[in-house]
């Protein structure tokens, strides 16, 4: 019953560093998205995907980019890492309306 | 400003304590959910509320929504130290799609 998965759980950064964080989920859901968390600002979309195949901007995209490899994963990838984004990251997905979050991944980018 | 404001921004209480989180929108809610978090965790969900007037509970936590106003409460009766966290609402502003905004947040302490 593993839900939402996400690796990795931390990861430590160096400016201009890029790397990608992995999400699966064994829900067989269509939808899938990416947040952000951060102190004051609450959770923040940066990107989704609504269904294999396709995939849409959310409120912060800027620096990011995402790929939906098959129904079961999605990943968010930071081509040159900036300390702005250090973060905690979330993945959820969903059926039809409600959200299932993964544990997140905390990054903090030197 | 935050699109879904939470009030209060953090709350300590005694244990055996009622208290109340409330969610305002200000935009058409199409669907309000209500999320706790563990500290430095996931979140975990809760309840979704679709309909006014509607009330759902789980356990000794009770949430409504009021359509008309454009809020929603959280109602945690009794409270126990495992009810500690913080307590996200977040609500779909858009008919359609299942994108969602989310409240900063309310941070429970329950002292024992």
């Known amino acids: 019953n593993a839900g939402v998965t996400q690796t990795p759980k931390f990861q430590v950064l160096k400016t201009g560093q890029s790397m990608t964080l992995q999400c699966a989920q064994d829900?067989?859901?269509?939808?899938m998205y990416w947040y952000r968390q951060d102190p004051g600002m609450g959770l923040r979309l940066i990107y989704y995907s609504a269904s294999e195949g396709t995939t849409d901007k959310g409120e912060v995209p800027n620096g990011y980019n995402v790929s939906r490899l098959n129904k079961r994963e999605f990943s968010l990838r930071l081509e040159s890492a900036a300390p702005s984004q250090t973060s905690v990251y979330f993945c959820?997905?969903?059926?039809?309306?409600?959200?299932?979050f993964g544990p997140g991944t905390r990054l903090t980018v030197l | 400003s935050q699109e879904l404001e939470q009030s209060p921004q953090s709350l300590i209480v005694q244990e055996g304590k009622n208290l109340t989180i409330n969610c305002t929108s200000s935009?058409?809610?199409?669907?309000l959910y209500w999320y706790k978090q563990k500290y430095g965790e996931g979140l975990i969900f809760l309840m979704m509320l679709q309909k006014g007037g509607e009330e759902k509970s789980h356990e000794k936590i009770t949430a409504k929504l009021d359509e008309k106003k454009q809020q929603s409460s959280l109602h945690i009766t009794a409270s126990q130290p495992s009810h500690a966290g913080i307590y996200l609402c977040g609500a779909s502003t858009t008919s359609g799609t299942y994108k969602y905004i989310f409240g900063t947040g309310t941070r429970l302490k329950v002292l024992a």
């Open positions: 935009k058409t809610l199409y669907g």
């Open positions: 829900m067989n859901h269509n939808s």
């Open positions: 959820a997905s969903s059926e039809v309306r409600t959200q299932y």
